[in-house]
């Protein structure tokens, strides 16, 4: 019997245009990120091909091409901004510079 690994899919994340790391692509992941930012940073996420998933200006989104999604990362982030939801510490995944 073989073991089933689950496969991770992350985004980088970029930082007043710095990479910073990397974090899981998932929906709670992106908000708590978006919520927890402070008024001075400006975050820029995009997928493993530089696609462009968000732009923000502190904590607030600033650009989503995809309507979708943004409706789907609402769903996270509204809760989060009013207090009905904790903020979650964002987890970073390292990138190692070559």
């Known amino acids: 019997m073989t073991k089933r690994r689950e496969i991770i899919n992350y985004i980088n994340v970029y930082e007043n245009e710095v990479l910073v790391g990397k974090i899981e ?4 992941s992106i908000a708590n990120l978006v ?3 402070s008024p001075f940073e400006r975050f ?3 997928d493993s091909f530089d696609v462009l998933i968000l732009k923000t200006r502190g904590n607030f989104l600033d650009s989503v091409p995809d309507k979708r999604l943004l409706k789907e990362l609402l769903v996270f982030l509204v809760p989060l901004r009013t207090g009905e939801k904790e903020l979650n510490p964002v987890v970073y995944k390292k990138v190692i510079k070559k």
């Open 44 to 46: 820029t996420l995009v």
């Open 35 to 37: 919520a927890s930012a």
């Open 25 to 28: 692509d998932k929906l709670e």
